[in-house]
């Protein structure tokens, strides 16, 4: 079976930071592209960040700067690393496989929370 399981959300104060990570089974995973989104309350999902089979990275402009993502093809794992942390960024984050070429959505994990506030 397929899964994707993010980790490493969590309650931040502003300007602090947070690293998720996303593990995939049950894909090749060096053959997908990768990318996390994120939806708050009343909100619609957004991409954040995403990555291509290759390491071409593609950001939001509200985390350029701030946010990297990466990933480790021999871990089956994607990364966001999180760095100077906004309330803005609480959301539940949401880890994506999927082939660049296509308009399948993908397979999706089931979440993660992060809430910055003080």
């Known amino acids: 079976q397929v899964q994707l399981v993010e980790s490493g959300g969590g309650l931040v104060q502003p300007g602090g930071s947070l690293r998720l990570s996303c593990v995939a089974s049950g894909i090749t995973f060096s053959s997908y592209a990768m990318g996390w989104y994120r939806q708050a309350p009343g909100k619609q999902r957004e991409a954040v960040a995403t990555?291509?089979?290759?390491?071409?990275?593609n950001y939001a402009d509200s985390v350029k700067g701030r946010f990297t993502i990466s990933r480790d093809n021999a871990k089956n794992t994607e990364y966001l690393q999180m760095n100077s942390l906004k309330p803005e960024d609480t959301a539940v984050y949401s880890c994506?496989?999927?082939?660049?070429?296509?308009?399948?959505?993908?397979?999706w994990g089931q979440g993660t929370q992060v809430t910055v506030s003080s």
């Open positions: 994506n496989a999927y082939y660049s070429d296509s308009r399948w959505g993908g397979y």
């Open positions: 990555i291509t089979t290759s390491g071409t990275t």
